[in-house]
């Protein structure tokens, strides 16, 4: 299985220009059909799977202010062989036209689990693949059209507001000063680093709750358990440092272009020290006007 890209957005260098083109390209089921109509909303001209030989032409009257608006199209595998033609029409109409190309990507298990829920079968499944090939098979077909990509979003952690919220911060012209979107996450260092984290911090320095039994098989959400946390002084030191630290931080990230920042705690098993830690930080960064998640990888894993 392919790792994905652990950021969950690059830019290339640089503030991006207004696009008048929008083309919206990447693996099935990462969502670029939300990414679409969050386009359409915003006052975009919406295509969906227009033919490769067809995007020069729509390229021009595009360039033409007064035929029509701003647009923004969708590619992608069900163009089948044409879809090798791509890159080499991208690098030419970019000489006419403000293109901004959008790859969108997620990791293998949240595609695999997208196409189960849906139900929907992968435009590559007729060429008898498991799904898990198709998705491999995928990546290989897409890697020439991703390394051209003004813009990757892994939509792995999104559900459809957050990629409409984030499609709209990038797009709207209302002039507004760019914001991140920050996931805190906990985890247990047993069950491995997570590959998607920006930032990872360590908290097994705190006492262990799971070596007294009536917190054995509770979680830090418990209050318990967050008060026993919270009792020991090197705890609220903790919090406090990494919160002035995170606040000096997201200024700088956000100058440089970042868009999103996973931030990682970790404890032994994830359940306790973690879990109490990264929502109160959680709450600590909204409290000082960013948007901010948190979510509790291995919080049902045995203990």
């Known amino acids: 299985m392919k790792k994905t890209d652990p950021s969950l957005s690059q830019e290339r260098a640089g503030a991006p220009k207004p696009a008048d083109l929008v083309i919206i390209t990447g693996m099935s089921g990462s969502g670029k059909g939300s990414v679409l109509r969050s386009l359409e909303d915003l006052g975009f001209y919406a295509v969906d799977n227009l033919p490769v030989e067809l995007i020069p032409k729509f390229a021009e009257l595009v360039s033409d202010a007064s035929s029509t608006r701003r647009a923004a199209l969708v590619v992608d595998v069900r163009e089948g062989g044409g879809l090798k033609q791509l890159p080499a029409i991208i ?127 509770l979680t830090g959400k418990n209050p318990g358990v967050a008060k026993y946390i919270r009792s020991f002084p ?25 868009s999103y920042l996973t931030i990682g705690f970790g404890c032994t098993g994830g359940h306790h020290r973690s879990v109490m830690i990264a929502d109160q930080i959680r709450k600590n960064i909204a409290d ?10 291995d919080i049902a894993k045995p203990v």
């Open 288 to 297: 000082a006007g960013y948007q901010a998640k948190s979510s509790h990888r």
């Open 91 to 217: 690098r030419k109409i970019r000489a006419t036209v403000n293109v901004s190309l959008v790859f969108l990507e997620a990791d293998d298990a949240t595609l695999m689990r997208r196409f189960s829920e849906t139900r929907r079968p992968h435009p590559l499944v007729g060429d008898d693949l498991p799904i898990s090939e198709s998705i491999l098979r995928e990546r290989d077909m897409l890697a020439p059209v991703a390394a051209l990509a003004d813009l990757t979003i892994d939509t792995s952690k999104f559900n459809v507001h957050d990629l409409r919220d984030f499609i709209k911060q990038k797009f709207a012209t209302t002039g507004e000063p760019a914001k991140i979107l920050i996931y805190v996450m906990s985890f247990g260092f047993r069950h491995g680093v997570p590959s998607d984290c920006d930032l990872v911090f360590d908290v097994r320095f705190l006492p262990n709750p799971n070596y007294i039994p009536k917190f054995k098989k």
């Open 234 to 258: 090197q705890t609220g030191e903790f919090i406090q440092r990494i919160t002035e630290l995170l606040v000096y931080l997201l200024p700088h990230y956000i100058r440089e272009g970042k």
